[in-house]
Every structure is written in structure tokens, then in C-alpha cells.
């Protein structure tokens, strides 16, 4: 079973730059892809950003792309999301979750998560 714990959010001014870590434990190659989701307040949850744990490819969603960096530790079994350039937009609950699947952006195919970090952008 794997288990995640996020740590890093808080609240920020628009402009500004967090980072979130997510702590990853559990079964040795119980998982491929560890991503980050997120879910703003009457919204669905939706794709960040991934990374293969093995490989170390990574992929964005468009509206973060050249301002969200994803990246792990594999030693520390750790994820980080280096968030740039705030904006409003990106306040949510911030999530991050392990699945086998190789690379996918669903939800569905995650099957462990995190409880989840809030992020907060004043504007």
C-alpha cells in the first residue's frame, strides 16, 4: 500500500513562488507515476503535472507549463512541485497521488493520495 503526505502550501501573493513536497511511502515498484492534481472550490480535480518515478519523464498541463517544475528524490521518496508566477487561478487544494499506469493524466488511473496541501494566491 502507498501512502503520500504534501507539505508547502500556504498563502502567497500573486507573482510569487511555493513549493510543495510530497513524502511517498510503501511497496517497492507499487507505483510508475506520481503527479500532482489540483482542486479549486466548486470545480473538478484536475491534472498538474507528473513525473515517472523510474524514468524521471515529465509532463504539464498547458496552464502551469514554464511556470510549475515537477521533480523527485528518489532517495528521499520524494515529489516536489516548484510553483513560479502565481497567479489566482492556481488556488486549490493541491494533491498529490501515485498510480501504476505509466504517464497518465486521468484521475482514475491513480489509485493512492495524498490528503491534500491548500494553496492560496492574493491578488
Known amino acids: 500500500q502507498v501512502q503520500l503526505v504534501e507539505s508547502g502550501g500556504g498563502l502567497v501573493q500573486a507573482g510569487g513562488s511555493l513549493r510543495l513536497s510530497c513524502v511517498v511511502s510503501g511497496r517497492p515498484f507499487s507505483f510508475n507515476t506520481v503527479a500532482w492534481f489540483r482542486q479549486a472550490p466548486g470545480k473538478e480535480r484536475e491534472f498538474v503535472s507528473l513525473?515517472?518515478?523510474?524514468?524521471?519523464?515529465?509532463h504539464y498541463a498547458d496552464s502551469v507549463k514554464d511556470r510549475f517544475t515537477i521533480s523527485r528524490d528518489n532517495a528521499k521518496k520524494t515529489l516536489y512541485l516548484q510553483m513560479n508566477s502565481l497567479e489566482p487561478e492556481d488556488m486549490a487544494v493541491y494533491y498529490c497521488?501515485?498510480?501504476?499506469?505509466?504517464?497518465?493524466?486521468?484521475?482514475?488511473?491513480?489509485?493512492?493520495w495524498g490528503q491534500g496541501t491548500q494553496v492560496t494566491v492574493s491578488s
Open positions: 513525473i515517472t518515478w523510474i524514468g524521471g519523464t515529465s
Open positions: 497521488a501515485a498510480g501504476l499506469r505509466v504517464g497518465s493524466t486521468s484521475a482514475n488511473d491513480y489509485g493512492a
